[in-house]
């Protein structure tokens, strides 16, 4: 059975630093592109990051772009999104998702094969 698990989540005061994690269990991430959304009470899951499968690709929204790092360990079929400088409006739950494709597939979530179930990120003082 194919499963994202995301871990790291937590609570952090602004300005602070979180490194999330996606694993795979059951498929090997290495033909896999990896995006990361994320998703506020009340608002629209919003797509913030991804890697292609060879990591020779990067997009990043506007929202976090010098902030967050993604990267990847295929031998450890995992993906990192390093957050920094983290503000209260980050505050919400974040997905991985992987999608088979070539390059990256962008950060529209309809793209994306197989979600994890989620890591709630709560930035306050």
């Known amino acids: 059975q194919l499963q994202l698990v995301e871990s790291g989540g937590g609570l952090v005061q602004p300005g602070g630093s979180l490194r999330l994690s996606c694993a795979a269990s059951?498929?090997?991430?290495?033909?896999?592109?990896i995006g990361w959304f994320r998703q506020a009470p009340g608002k629209e899951r919003e797509g913030v990051s991804c890697?292609?499968?060879?990591?020779?690709?990067?997009i990043y929204a506007d929202s976090v772009k010098g902030r967050f790092t993604i990267s990847r360990d295929n031998a450890k079929s995992t993906v990192y999104l390093q957050m920094n400088s983290l503000k209260p409006e980050d505050t919400a739950v974040y997905y991985c998702?992987?999608?088979?494709?070539?390059?990256?597939?962008?950060?529209?979530?309809?793209?994306?094969?197989?979600w994890g179930q989620g890591t709630q990120v709560t930035v306050s003082s």
């Open positions: 998702a992987a999608a088979r494709v070539a390059g990256v597939p962008g950060l529209r979530w309809f793209r994306y094969d197989y």
């Open positions: 059951g498929f090997t991430l290495d033909y896999y592109a």
């Open positions: 890697i292609s499968s060879s990591s020779g690709s990067t």
